[in-house]
């Protein structure tokens, strides 16, 4: 079976089978448009430099916003009744660790492993889980990703440095404003005897999106 064919089915079986209409989040796509419009009026006054901003973002992005999901990872990596609760109940799990709020009201758990590779995308628009990944990419929110991931989806996360094996199968699902989803990626080799901190600071965002291999 294609991995297109297994994305299509994962477009439309994400959770537990059932077809969800994919709603735009209002209040975020609000949002976001006001923030635009403040930015580029403040850069057209030179009140902040374009550059400064989007290293800014970028470090929440990449580095603040995920850590909250690497301690979810870590701990699942590490306590297997925790690990068991977070892919049957992942809402309930995640806010056990003090993680809720806004975006991050449903959220499912994958897990991937030597047989199956999730990935996440979220195709008309860009729900996101906020509570866990902070901030979404700024190419997560690009139609080529949004369009590409579903249609191609190991030669999408080949770019991002990791060729999937040919016997693993290769599982897409999309995010709606009714559930999110976060990774839990397979476990790096070798670390038997990390600590969970440590354990926590190899995870990264683009391991619990789906696009990377840690």
């Not at 866990?132 to 369009?147: C, E, I, Q, T």
Request: charged share 25%; aromatic share 8%; glycine share 8%.
């Amino acid at each position: 079976m294609s991995d297109e064919h297994n994305a299509g089915a994962s477009h439309h079986h994400a959770d537990a089978g059932t077809h969800h209409h994919h709603d735009h989040d209002e209040i975020e796509k609000g949002a976001a448009l006001r923030v635009r419009a403040i930015e580029e009026l403040m850069i057209a006054k030179g009140l902040i430099n374009p550059d400064t901003v989007d290293a800014i973002v970028e470090h929440y992005e990449r580095d603040v916003g995920p850590r909250n999901g690497a301690a979810v990872v870590a701990r699942a990596w590490t306590d297997p009744q925790y690990r068991e609760w977070l892919l049957s109940n992942g809402t309930a799990a995640i806010n056990d660790m003090g993680f809720s709020g806004f975006q991050g009201e449903h959220i499912r758990v994958l897990e991937n492993n030597d047989k199956v590779h999730n990935v996440v995308v979220c195709t008309l628009c860009s729900c996101y889980p906020w509570p866990v990944l902070g901030l979404p990419p700024a190419w997560y929110k690009n139609p080529a990703y949004r369009s590409r991931v579903v249609r191609e989806p190991r030669a999408v996360i080949a770019e991002f440095g990791y060729d999937v094996p040919d016997d693993v199968e290769v599982r897409v699902w999309d995010s709606t404003a009714e559930v999110r989803y976060l990774v839990i990626p397979k476990k790096p080799s070798g670390t038997e005897g990390a600590s969970v901190k440590e354990l926590a600071a190899m995870v990264t965002r683009d391991g619990m999106i789906g696009t990377a291999r840690l």
